[in-house]
């Protein structure tokens, strides 16, 4: 049995968190728009040009990379705010 000390070392257990931002690659042309206005570098290009979503934790939920996608290949989820107390 765990004491104290050790417990409060660990880590918590927590579920993965989906990233905010989603691509439909059967959508996607790979026209780099996204990779290029997203402000907080969330895309890279794979080798075929098709964005990845390779620092999802940078994403913002900024909505810049859906309106811009001319193929509605992108979505975005909004990230909810903190109820004010």
């Given amino acids: 049995m765990p004491n104290e000390a050790e417990a409060d070392s660990r880590s ?13 690659r059967e959508w996607c042309k790979a026209c780099g728009i996204c ?13 075929e040009g098709h ?8 994403c913002s939920s900024c909505q810049i ?11 975005v989820r909004r990230k909810r705010r903190a109820p004010k107390s």
């Fill in 12 to 24: 918590p257990v927590t579920e993965p968190v989906e990233p905010p931002v989603s691509i439909r």
């Fill in 65 to 75: 990379c859906e309106q811009l996608c001319p193929d509605f290949a992108v979505s």
């Fill in 51 to 58: 964005p990845i979503i390779a620092r999802p934790e940078e």
């Fill in 35 to 47: 990779i290029e206005f997203c402000p907080k570098k969330v895309f890279d290009a794979d080798e």
